[in-house]
């Protein structure tokens, strides 16, 4: 006799369910990843911005010239401003994916132990009952040596 688990369709689900929880949390590193090369990209580019500022300041360039770089060095720095607040958001769905997948995970150990359990219980009983018959065998046969 072969041993069948009753709720095999909530372990797979629960299992398909801990999958699905890992991919969201994959994708939401690679956002946070994503969101941090971006601001290394903005500061870098910020950096290179001061360089020039700096070169232009040393040589006679124009005034106006200085006020553009300055402008888009502004620019530059609200970009940053609104990338932190990215990335920001980005760990927070990052953590809160963590949590989704830790539940997950806690619910899919839970069915996997009751399946566990169930199996043990399944092997206990079919040796109780080999045993019984074994047992019988054993009766009848001395039984049929007595008489």
Avoid: C, P
């Avoid at 709720?7 to 590193?29: G, P, R």
């Avoid at 971006?38 to 360039?61: C, G, P, R």
């Avoid at 539940?103 to 132990?113: A, R």
């Avoid at 359990?117 to 206990?124: E, Q």
């Amino acid at each position: 006799m072969k041993f069948r688990y009753v709720y095999q369709k909530v372990v797979d689900l629960k299992s398909n369910e801990k999958t699905q929880a890992e991919w969201m949390l994959s994708a939401a590193i690679g956002r946070l990843q994503s969101e941090q090369r971006s601001l290394e990209q903005l500061l870098e580019e910020k950096a290179n911005t001061a360089a020039v500022i700096a070169a232009e300041a040393e040589s006679t360039a124009s005034m106006i010239k200085l006020q553009e770089l300055q402008r888009y060095m502004d620019f530059l720095d609200q970009a940053i401003e609104r990338k932190l607040a990215d990335i920001r958001a980005a760990e927070v769905n990052v953590e809160h994916k963590k949590t989704i997948l830790k539940g997950k995970m806690l619910d899919e150990k839970v069915w996997l132990k009751a399946k566990e359990k169930a199996m043990d219980k399944f092997r206990h009983e079919m040796l109780l009952r080999e045993q019984n018959e074994l047992d019988e065998m054993a009766t009848v046969r001395f039984a049929m040596r007595a008489r």
